[in-house]
């Protein structure tokens, strides 16, 4: 095609995802012409070191200096994949203020600074698009906030973070503990140096406030979110949850109810009819309900070079549309409502209750008594197995509120023949 308009980029970033994009330019330099209209190019590419080895980079391009970038009026497009809050923060407002577009696959900042970062971009009539954010190279961002918009959403509940969902694969199909799982998991790749982000639940709590903000018209941030780790979840717990006809998955939960919005990330014991419980290894997948479009289901890797890069590059597609036929900001920020969000002792859940407690006569009616002088009713007590001098007892509850829960488990602590609390885990 001749005579096209060339559309210019800048990369913040030559990391994995960075590397993936650049790639993804190059393979794709042939059609995006054709897709776009437009020829699309990266004229700078922003890194830390410029003396690093990057393979398939052009050297040529790469800047240590971030003036080299906004100071340059033939680059539109700004792809934030550097990570972190400063400097990327200042340099997004910077690209915007200049009236720049961007596109970043960063959940840390879109999750705590989302809401001025989409000011800045309607005031200067900018995209801001960041469908990486969340669930790396599964659609979810545009779906959420352009397919179904024409729903009322009351339900998105998200396996977000591939490192948790692999170790909780592998204590489920091997039979591993949490720490093996973790080792497994960080020898080949999936898990960071510290994995603090992933296992104690942030790293999903930051995509499930970004989805709840877009499901729900309603500004969360990750500061609104409840989150609780897998540290604590044991094989025997996954072996009792099996029992029972489930898996146990770190979910994250955004829910639209009557009397606020929930927003939680946390182990949850979740039945095999469910298409979120057939989820395994690294794979990431998000369960939405719409009052129109009841139950659908977004599958696929939610992390990784290409499969990040995949979403970064169909948001610096959309651009470049919106860049040839002037329509760049068409789609601002879609928080109109300002609805309150509920405190985690607020919500009402099913919880499974694994403890050891004395071997003796009596004791399960006490608990029972304890449990229903806080109005928690048990729905079954599945499982009584001797360990040592005790008796180990699992027992699943009625939907209840998780202050009266809690409290019943305060005097259920306090009991003299109560041993050891195990674990407590929300059933979905
Ligand atoms: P990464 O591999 O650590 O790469 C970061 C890149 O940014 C490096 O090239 C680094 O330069 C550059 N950089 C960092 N700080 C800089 C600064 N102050 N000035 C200039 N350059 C700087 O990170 P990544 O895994 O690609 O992740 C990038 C973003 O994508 C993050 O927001 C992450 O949350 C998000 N994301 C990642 C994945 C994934 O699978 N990795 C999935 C979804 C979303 P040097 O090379 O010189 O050090
Ligand atoms: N650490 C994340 C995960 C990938 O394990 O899913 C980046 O969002």
């Not at 979740?270 to 599958?299: E, Q, R, T, W």
């Not at 007590?381 to 007892?393: G, R, S």
Request: proline share 3%; charged share 25%.
């Amino acid at each position: 095609m001749e005579n096209l308009r060339d559309v210019k980029m800048a990369l913040l970033g030559s990391g994995t995802v960075g590397t993936g994009v650049y790639k993804l330019v190059q393979r794709q330099k042939e059609e995006l012409p054709y897709k776009i209209g437009a020829n699309l190019s990266i004229k700078k590419v922003l890194v830390r070191d410029k003396n690093k080895k990057r393979e398939g980079i052009d050297s040529s391009l790469l800047t240590d200096c971030w003036e080299d970038i906004i100071l340059d009026d033939e680059i539109e497009i700004v792809i934030e994949v550097m990570g972190g809050i400063e400097p990327a923060r200042t340099y997004i407002m910077e690209a915007l203020n200049a009236g720049k577009n961007v596109v970043t696959a960063n959940k840390d900042l879109i999750a705590t600074h989302g809401k001025e970062l989409l000011d800045a971009a309607e005031e200067n009539g900018c995209d801001l698009l960041f469908e990486a954010s969340v669930a790396g190279g599964i659609p979810i961002i545009r779906p959420l906030k352009q397919c179904l918009a024409g729903n009322h959403l009351t339900e998105v509940t998200g396996i977000v973070n591939g490192t948790t969902n692999f170790i909780l694969t592998k204590m489920s199909e091997e039979g591993m503990e949490f720490d093996e799982a973790l080792a497994l998991a960080t020898e080949l790749g999936y898990a960071e140096a510290d994995p603090t982000a992933d296992i104690e639940g942030y790293d999903a709590g930051r995509k499930v406030a970004i989805m709840a903000s877009i499901a729900f018209n309603s500004r969360v941030t990750f500061d609104d979110v409840y989150t609780e780790g897998i540290t604590h979840i044991s094989s025997r717990d996954i072996q009792y949850a099996k029992a029972m006809g489930c898996e146990i998955k770190l979910l994250g939960v955004a829910r639209n109810t009557d009397t606020g919005i929930e927003v939680r990330v946390h182990p949850m014991l979740i039945p095999l009819n469910h298409p979120l419980a057939g989820v395994k290894d690294s794979f990431n997948a998000v369960f939405v309900h719409g009052d129109a479009v009841d139950d659908a289901m977004f599958y696929g890797r939610g992390a990784g070079e290409l499969p990040t890069a995949s979403a970064v590059m169909g948001d610096i597609i959309d651009v470049a549309r919106d860049i040839q036929y002037h329509c760049c900001g068409r789609i601002h920020c879609t928080c109109y409502k300002n609805l309150p969000i509920k405190k985690i002792t607020e919500i009402e859940s099913k919880y499974f209750l694994r403890m050891l407690v004395a071997d003796k006569p009596g004791v399960l009616a006490r608990i029972a008594d304890k449990l229903g002088k806080n109005n928690v009713s048990i729905a079954q007590v599945i499982q009584k197995n001797k360990i040592n001098d005790h008796a180990e007892l699992v027992v699943i509850t009625d939907s209840v509120l998780e202050q009266n829960f809690a409290d019943a488990l305060v005097s259920i602590r306090e009991m003299d023949t109560t041993k050891e609390i195990s674990t407590v885990i929300r059933v979905y």
